[in-house]
């Protein structure tokens, strides 16, 4: 066993470069969250300044971010997958209309007539049906491309048309509401967040677990053999993680639930409220978790799984992929049905928040939800892709949204915004793989 | 060299047996029928075109044959791709190498019969340490492991390639043109290799143009013109010209069968 000597000892790097090195940091990623920062600072000096209030990097705010990102955020993940293997899927916006469509009239029309109204089972058969929908449709779109030979831009273009379509007929264009109210939680709302205690019992989860993943790939690479991240490093690293973890429980922690939503819950639990007000905190929301745990859970898929694997494989050289024995057809079948599961999942979310199923309900998702793999790094060439990229170009974008929503931007600058931000993060993209070469 | 009448008795390796593929009408391979036994190295020869490619794609279950059959060590074999090519033991180097650009080493060796662990996961770390243990063997100058093949040079891709091939016990090894985008020193590094993995008794099948490598490396030639057999030869019982008059001419020596 030999230790081959290791970057941080060697010559002729300047600091910081050496810092990048050691901690193995992706300096892509690191752009990211710089411009993401950027963003963020920018917005709340230009509302500090201009209009005299910086309401950008507020818990209240933050916390409506991670609400509002979670939807493009959770589909992004699938759309990774879809770019990565060299296809693309126009369709998942109509995709989550009809499935919407679909779970409002489960909830709505059929169920409570069965079960009785607020029944504890409503929700659970709801989102079961939203999900094996999305499946279903997802896998059918996958089987067209893969068995039947049609290009996924042609195939998802039809059913961007088709399930809007269907969307429409299946309740006449009418809006379908109230959703049960169990379900309508998972789209976040005061009461659709897990509170301050619940929100330190997943901190300390999230910490455990960054510890343990640390540790244990260490012991790993040392019962290999294999050169080791130099000890600061690796402790600088678990740091800045658990750091970040904890100041994003700080924050959702510092927003409290509005007066009125006090007031009816305190009436509700024969409290009496003190003169100065009752800080209940909202906490981490649902769907931002449900978000976290699908990033968490392809993150893995993706590095540690034959599936992720021959995902990249297939986006790398399919010819190659194909003579290694792997069934890249019904891999793409399956990667479809991913996208069409998860799409699924995120309707749930989206008709969840607005607790009503529309006729609009994600009208336009599929670009953003393609703008956000593609900001956070995907390539359209295919091979390359990060689910965590997705993630933070779904922020990056909805950053952008909120904060000019905020400053008080009307819609046709955010689009003009979001365009520019989509093309210059691609050619930034392409200068900076060309530099890498 | 062994005798190569020693090696062509028992029972073949691979028969393929009247083997004809045909694409929209242009018949690739014609009734081309061509046997290979453990131990030994049997070239395939001809003009681009020629078929032997074709020929050596239904082996390697990339194409499926309109008609004609494949046995294995006597038994006939359904190949009718690249995953029941594997379940035979037969392994090939594609001109094209067939590799991933965008994953490393380990992971092209082991693509599509990954080591995992514990609950499924891939373990990463000791398809590592395999790789650098038959790198070690095959090109022990190869340091690259935790970059992407694309950023490798033609040989170090090469070496990748090769060591996915041999690592999975191979019985049946396929070769196209295994050195053609190779050095001097690499391309000898190869002829070793073939030498060795004959000692191991794997059956070879090598697709080379270059006349001089052919007869160096191998026991028999077949060589193919227009999708059909022109002849197989024992190698050293015909000199180059004979080789060079039956791949461009189509004329077969008195030696040839």
Known sequence: ??????????????????????????????????????????????????????????????????????SVGIMACGMVLIIITRHIDLSVGSVLGFTAMIMGIVQVWILPQSLGLGHPLIWVVTCLVGMVVGTVIGAFHGWLVAYRGIPAFIVTLGGLLIWRGAAYLLAGGETISPVDSTFALLGGGPLGA???????????????????????????????????????????????TCGLVIGATLVVNAYPWPKGIVTQYAAANNLTVPPEGLFISHGFAIPLLIMV???????????????????????????????????????????????GFLTGLSAIVASARQTSATISLGQLDELYVIAAAVIGGTSLAGGVGKIYGAILGALVMQSLKSGMVLIGFDAAIQNIVVGIVLVLAVYVDILYRKRAK | MSNPHSATSGTPLVELRDISIAFGGIKAVDHVSVDLHPGEVVGLLGHNGAGKSTLIKCLSGAYKADSGEILINGEKAEISNPRDARHYNIETIYQTLALADNLDAASNLFLGRELVGPGGFLD??????????????????????????????????????????????????????????????????????????????????????????????????????????????????????????????????????
């Open chain 2, 124 to 257: 990463d770390a000791a398809m590592e340490a395999e790789t650098r243990k038959i790198m070690g063997r095959l090109n022990p100058n190869f340091r690259k492991f935790n970059v992407p093949v694309s950023a490798l040079s033609g040989g170090q891709r090469q070496s990748v390639a090769i060591a996915r091939a041999v690592y999975f016990n191979a019985k049946i090894l396929i070769m196209d043109e295994p050195t053609a985008a190779l050095g001097p020193h690499e391309t000898q590094m190869v002829a070793e290799l073939i030498q060795e993995l004959k000692k191991q008794g794997l059956g070879i099948f090598l697709i080379e143009h270059d006349i001089h490598a052919v007869m160096e490396l191998c026991d028999r030639a077949v060589v193919m013109k227009n999708g059909q057999r022109v002849g197989t030869v024992n190698v050293n019982e015909v000199t180059d010209d004979d080789i060079l008059g039956m791949i461009i001419m189509g004329k077969k020596p008195p030696q040839a069968y």
């Open chain 1, 293 to 339: 745990a699908v990033a968490i859970g392809m993150t893995v898929m993706m590095g540690r799984t034959r599936f992720g694997r021959y995902v990249y494989a297939i986006g790398g050289n399919p010819d190659a992929a194909e003579l290694s024995g792997i069934n890249t057809r019904m891999m793409t079948v399956k990667i479809f049905a991913l996208m």
């Open chain 1, 194 to 240: 897990v509170g301050a205690m619940g929100s330190w019992i997943v901190c300390a989860i999230a910490v455990a677990a960054i510890l343990w993943m640390n540790l244990s790939s260490r012991k790993a690479r040392r019962a290999h053999g294999f050169p080791l991240r130099p000890l600061w490093a690796e402790v600088t690293m678990t740091a800045l």
């Open chain 1, 1 to 70: 066993m030999t230790q081959t000597p290791h970057a941080s000892t060697d010559p002729g790097l300047g600091p910081v470069a050496r810092f990048l090195k050691a901690t193995e940091i992706d300096t892509r990623m690191l752009g990211m969250v710089g411009a993401l920062l950027a963003i963020w600072v920018g917005f709340h000096l230009y509302g500090a300044l201009v209009n005299g209030n910086g309401a950008f990097l507020t818990p209240r705010n933050l916390w409506n971010l991670s609400v509002q990102t979670a």
